[in-house]
């Protein structure tokens, strides 16, 4: 294997990824992440000359991501809500509108200090542990029917010094416990969708967090369900994530389901209607 430098290494893996239309500034990120430095420090050894182990890691990397593997599972790593969290195969990658749906949660009951929170379909866990680092004094609950996904998210939350409780269950079939507030980005993608997806997402990430019968909308018509059939003895506030088509069939079915609840919609940054909320 010829002997080059880190900055060639770089400048090499841009072209390439240029060459397929994709982020040339990917060749950075993935330098940095794989051999764990900051700016300063590629910087500082730019000139060095790369062993053969580095390069092959290196260019194996920049290889998958040419051929349309995440780069998050790549790396094996992403960042939400500021933390540092696991990903691979077995959960979703975290997104950016997932942590305005913990941000309008965390605003609504910032002047509170004991609240029992679930998180209903935790996957990597990244909302139920940026919640607990963000409030230490709340009771914290994440669940999940994959266990391959718990294993993630406990692993997640050993890394980020954080002590939430998880369940494995179906939804709420092992959830033996009442809480003020249920957070969750359930499974919503309708197969009408596939076509505004990425062929990354459909090709790695977990198909069963990823789709739901009835349209997108069958997750939503169970949690309303139940939230019914408690809502007679146990009053709370429910905020999850929606697809940027399903505000209005959402917000019909609890308002139906629930008719004394409170229904909000909010957008997202981008202004498309992607979080609800639940006063019932």
Avoid at 13 to 38: C, H, P, R, V, Y
Avoid at 68 to 82: H, K, R, S
């Amino acid at each position: 294997m010829n002997k080059i430098t880190f900055f060639e290494a770089q400048k090499r893996a841009s072209l390439f990824i240029q060459e397929k239309n994709l982020d040339s500034n990917m060749a950075k990120f993935f330098m940095t992440e794989l051999f764990g430095w900051d700016n300063t420090h590629l910087l500082l050894h730019y000139r060095d000359v790369m062993s053969d182990d580095d390069q092959r890691k290196y260019f194996d990397a920049v290889d998958k991501f040419i051929q349309g593997q995440p780069a998050q599972y790549i790396v094996g790593e992403t960042y939400f809500y500021g933390n540092r969290f696991k990903v691979d195969s077995r959960v979703l990658i975290p997104r950016p509108e997932t942590e305005e749906l913990v941000e309008w949660l965390l605003k609504d009951y910032a002047h509170v200090d004991n609240l029992k929170v679930l998180d209903l379909g935790t996957g990597s866990g990244a909302i139920a542990v940026s919640l607990k680092k963000e409030k230490p004094n709340w009771n914290i609950t994440a669940s999940d029917i994959s266990s391959d996904a718990l294993e993630v998210a406990k692993i997640n939350n050993d890394a980020n010094k954080t002590d939430v409780k998880f369940v494995l269950s179906d939804l709420f079939e092992n959830v033996n416990d009442d809480f003020d507030v249920i957070i969750s980005n359930p499974p919503y993608v309708a197969d009408d969708e596939i076509k505004y997806m990425d062929e990354s997402v459909l090709k790695y990430e977990p198909k069963q967090a990823l789709f739901a019968k009835n349209n997108g909308l069958m997750m939503y018509q169970k949690i309303a369900k139940y939230i019914r059939m408690r809502a007679g003895e146990r009053h709370g506030a429910l905020y999850l994530e929606i697809g940027f088509k399903q505000s209005h069939d959402v917000e019909k079915i609890f308002s139906e389901l629930l008719p004394e609840a409170e229904v909000i919609s909010r957008n997202d940054f981008f202004g498309n209607p992607r979080m609800i909320k639940v006063n019932y």
